[in-house]
């Protein structure tokens, strides 16, 4: 009978997952109008209006709708000046993602981990916060003109981020059955394919 010998558990430390991620918080659009596109949404998924901000919520030069069916929430920014980052990014791309925000339980620590392995910082940390407690942020640069925030709203009550307000109407039409995100494309420039395919591997961690 063969002797079953113990051996010993290495473990890898390229393994370790630096930055472990709860799911997508949200996907930041910035357009031309915000209201329209919510409505939008709302009209053709089902999507249930959750939180606005804008002039009547203290916010001056910008508008912003957050609409939510399930596990997905969209946020639709609108500018109200004809400049600034906001207006700057929808004449360059036209309608268009600008931020995709990772929900994380550290994002002090998600940036540390990133900006340390080459990520470029887009957002200090930071902490936001309101009557309903508060939120930590900060983000790193991606392709193009894209962000990667991370989120962490462990201490937070609120319906999404301070400086917004709830919002509650009737359904404009019934929600499809939409559940999460399932993945996302990235378009990048021609033959930097294998660059960002690397950032995601080596600053992000994924496989």
């Given at each position: 009978m063969p002797q079953i010998v113990d051996q010993p558990v290495t473990t890898n430390p390229k393994s370790t997952d630096f930055l472990p991620l709860n799911g997508t918080d949200?996907?930041?659009?910035y357009v031309g109008n915000a209201k329209q596109?919510?409505?939008f949404y709302r009209a053709a998924f089902g999507m249930k209006l959750v939180a606005y901000r804008g002039p009547e919520t203290g916010t001056k030069d910008l508008c912003s709708y957050v609409v939510q069916q399930d596990k997905i929430r969209f946020v639709l920014t609108t500018p109200l000046r004809p400049d600034g980052p906001v207006a700057d990014?929808?004449?360059l791309h036209g309608d268009g993602v600008h931020e995709i925000?990772?929900?994380v339980d550290d994002a002090e620590a998600a940036h540390r981990e990133t900006t340390s392995r080459g990520g470029q910082s887009a957002l200090a940390p930071q902490v936001l916060h309101d009557d309903n407690g508060?939120?930590?942020i900060a983000a790193i640069a991606a392709y193009g003109d894209t962000i990667h925030s991370f989120v962490e709203?462990?201490?937070?009550r609120g319906v999404f981020l301070p400086g917004f307000e709830p919002r509650t109407d009737d359904n404009v039409a019934r929600p499809v059955g939409l559940k999460y995100i399932d993945h996302m494309v990235g378009n990048v420039g021609w033959g930097a394919m294998n660059q960002w395919v690397d950032f995601y591997?080596?600053?992000m961690g994924f496989d």
């Open positions: 949200y996907v930041h659009f596109a919510a409505y990014h929808i004449r925000a990772l929900w508060e939120v930590r709203r462990k201490d937070y591997r080596n600053v």
